[in-house]
């Protein structure tokens, strides 16, 4: 994952318009408050804890992403039931790929809200739009339409909103060791990924699908309660006066404009979709391929596989962008 927009509190340098001043008899307006953030303690009680709560909120967020298998079998399955048109079985196949391009195709508006209203707020914000979606989904699993707003989109809104903010708090308690704790954060996906498939389908036979929502949604109840973890590290600020200042100069405090000169950076940025494009479809169709191809064989088990290679991906790729 590429690097996130920072919260607004606690940017490097910040502007602050609008107060009038007065400075050697003259009346400026605005003042320029350069906010400088204290090092990186990399460890401490806060430190870990926010370790865990990004863990949980990834390994939830994703957990429930990547699980979506189970509950596309399920509903293809009472479509057919039901002897609808071909059209409504390829939405139900869309309700996961809403979920999943809107938690990514959002990710840069989570980050301006993440500079706007503070990583503890936003996460909060999206923690609970995902429990709402779950819960409205509950009622609902007969209407395919209805499904692709509640849980593709509500819940795609919601995750992405909690992901942003799980990452960028990372770079205010850690520094030297960050990839490391990049790494042990995204392995929570992975590892809730292994678990939750098997969970599901223990849930949908005993409870039924609206059971199942409804467990999902006390589960992603944990976003928003890890997020009030998310406090960042507090900031020395020097101000200096400036004359007042304009619409774009507010946008740039907002929007970093520079990491765009970046070659390197705008190549990863504009191949990263591309290469994404086809990386979530196995997510949502391998119990049905495994169901057809290999009658008898444990369904969950390719989904497993894939989660644990990611996972062994993950942990290697942070201790390798540590050591350079």
Known sequence: MGSLPMESKDLLTKTNANVSREVNGQVIQGDESSRTCKEPPDGGFRAYMIILGSFLTNGLVFGIINSYSVIYKVLEKNIADEKVSNSESVKAALVGALTMGTTFLLSPISGVLTSLMGMRCTAVLGGSIAVVGLLISSFIVDNVDGLCFTYGIMYGVGASLAYTPSLAILGHYFKKYLGLVNGIVTIGSSIFTVIMPPLMEHMIQNYGLPGLFRVLAILT???????????????????????????????????????????????????????????????????????????????????????ITSGIGSDDDSNLVDSL
């Open 221 to 307: 109840a944990g976003v928003p309660l890890c997020a009030l973890l998310f406090k960042p590290v507090s900031v020395e600020v020097t101000e200096k006066p400036i004359r007042k200042q304009g619409f774009e100069t507010i946008l740039k405090s907002i929007i970093d404009d520079k990491i765009w000169r970046n070659r390197s950076y705008k190549f990863w940025a504009l191949s990263m979709p591309i290469a994404l494009f086809g990386y979530f479809v196995p997510y949502v169709h391998i119990k049905k391929f495994i169901d057809i191809n290999f009658k008898g064989v444990q369904e969950n088990l390719p989904l497993q596989c894939i989660a």
